[in-house]
T-cell receptor
Framework: DTEVTQTPKHLVMGMTNKKSLKCEQH?????MYWYKQKAKKPPELMFV???????INESVPSRFSPECPNSSLLNLHLHALQPEDSALYLC????????????FGPGTRLTVT | SQQGEEDPQALSIQEGENATMNCSYK?????LQWYRQNSGRGLVHLIL?????REKHSGRLRVTLDTSKKSSSLLITASRAADTASYFC???????????FGKGTKLTVNP
C-alpha cells in the first residue's frame, strides 16, 4: 500500500469553528508532514513529525495544532481560522526526514468563511 | 524561502513535442527531486537525483544535474495531453530535515 489518504476532501468552516484534518499512511514511514498550498504557489512546509515527535514547526500560528497519535496517523486541528487560511492542505510521508522522497495525499481543500 | 527556481514559469507545447524545464538552486544539496501536480491535487514524486549523479532516466523522463552551476533540468520526451500539470523541483540540503520546493513550471500539452 503506497497511498496516503486524507479526509475530508473539502471543508468549509466559519472563523469560530473547530475542525480537524486527518491523514493516514500504512507504508511504515516514520516521517510525516503538513504543507499548505495557495493557488499557483508551491507547497509551504508547516510541520514535520519524525518518529511521532514534532521536529519542525515553521513558525505556524497557534490556531493550527498538529497531532501525531501514532506512526500511521497525523491530524491537524483547526481553530479560529482566518479567511486567508483558505488553501489546499497536503499531508506527506517519507521513510525518514530530509532527503527522502515524499508521498503526498490528495489534499484537503479548506475554505474559511 | 524557496531554494529552487524553475524556468520557465509556464510552457505550452503540442502533443508529441519534448518539454524541458529548468531548476536553479542556491546552496549545496544532498539530492534534487522532481514532482508533478495535477490541478488541485497532491504531488507525485517523479525522480530523485543525488548530488554525485549527473543524469538519470525514468521512462520518458530525463533529469540532469550540474552541481557546479547549481542547476537541474527535466526533459519529458514525446509529451502527451496527460502530462499537463505543474512540475516542481525540490532540494534536500545536507543536515536539513525538509525539502524546499521551487515555484514550479506549469506545463500545458495541447492535443
Amino acid at each position: 500500500d503506497t497511498e496516503v489518504t486524507q479526509t475530508p476532501k473539502h471543508l468549509v468552516m466559519g472563523m469560530t469553528n473547530k475542525k480537524s484534518l486527518k491523514c493516514e499512511q500504512h507504508m511504515g514511514h516514520r516521517a510525516m508532514y503538513w504543507y499548505k498550498q495557495k493557488a499557483k504557489k508551491p507547497p509551504e512546509l508547516m510541520f514535520v513529525y519524525s518518529y511521532e515527535k514534532l521536529s519542525i514547526n515553521e513558525s505556524v500560528p497557534s490556531r493550527f495544532s498538529p497531532e501525531c497519535p501514532n506512526s500511521s496517523l497525523l491530524n491537524l486541528h483547526l481553530h479560529a481560522l482566518q479567511p486567508e487560511d483558505s488553501a489546499l492542505y497536503l499531508c506527506a510521508s517519507s521513510t525518514g526526514v530530509g532527503s527522502y522522497e515524499q508521498y503526498f495525499g490528495p489534499g484537503t481543500r479548506l475554505t474559511v468563511t | 524561502s524557496q531554494q529552487g527556481e524553475e524556468d520557465p514559469q509556464a510552457l505550452s507545447i503540442q502533443e508529441g513535442e519534448n518539454a524541458t524545464m529548468n531548476c536553479s538552486y542556491k546552496t549545496s544539496i544532498n539530492n534534487l527531486q522532481w514532482y508533478r501536480q495535477n490541478s488541485g491535487r497532491g504531488l507525485v514524486h517523479l525522480i530523485l537525483i543525488r548530488s554525485n549523479e549527473r543524469e538519470k532516466h525514468s521512462g520518458r523522463l530525463r533529469v540532469t544535474l550540474d552541481t557546479s552551476k547549481k542547476s537541474s533540468s527535466l526533459l519529458i520526451t514525446a509529451s502527451r495531453a496527460a502530462d499537463t500539470a505543474s512540475y516542481f523541483c525540490a532540494t534536500a540540503m545536507g543536515g536539513s530535515e525538509k525539502l524546499v520546493f521551487g515555484k514550479g513550471t506549469k506545463l500545458t500539452v495541447n492535443p
